[in-house]
Nanobody, 115 residues
Framework: QVHLVESGGGLVQPGGSLRLSCAASGNIDPSNPMGWYRQAPGKQREWVASITRYDSTSYAGSVEGRFTISRDKAKNTVYLQMNALEPEDTAVYYC?????????WGQGTQVTVSA
């Protein structure tokens, strides 16, 4: 079993920054490919960023250059540094394996970008 817990969300003004964390526990390799996903109100969940076993990273076009995914294998934690936040980034953010596994969706963490 795998347990993923997201944290770090909050309310931030446009242009601000947040760092999300995803703590993994259970039967999961700290090098497992991981992804961040988000779901905005009234929209389907979408992929945001991912990191491979070899720490290569990829980003959705809408966040490229503003978001950075990273990981601390010793802590089995994946991070998402979000800069230059825009109102369109408002969503619940989730982490999951890559590709995602429906068994492991957690509660997510709410990010609200508003003046």
């Amino acid at each position: 079993q795998v347990h993923l817990v997201e944290s770090g969300g909050g309310l931030v003004q446009p242009g601000g920054s947040l760092r999300l964390s995803c703590a993994a526990s259970g039967n999961i390799d700290p090098s497992n490919p991981m992804g961040w996903y988000r779901q905005a109100p009234g929209k389907q969940r979408e992929w945001v960023a991912s990191i491979t076993r070899y720490d290569s990273t990829s980003y959705a076009g809408s966040v490229e250059g503003r978001f950075t995914i990273s990981r601390d294998k010793a802590k089995n934690t994946v991070y998402l540094q979000m800069n230059a936040l825009e109102p369109e980034d408002t969503a619940v953010y989730y982490c999951n394996l890559l590709p995602n596994d429906r068994r492991y969706w957690g509660q997510g963490t709410q990010v609200t970008v508003s003046a």
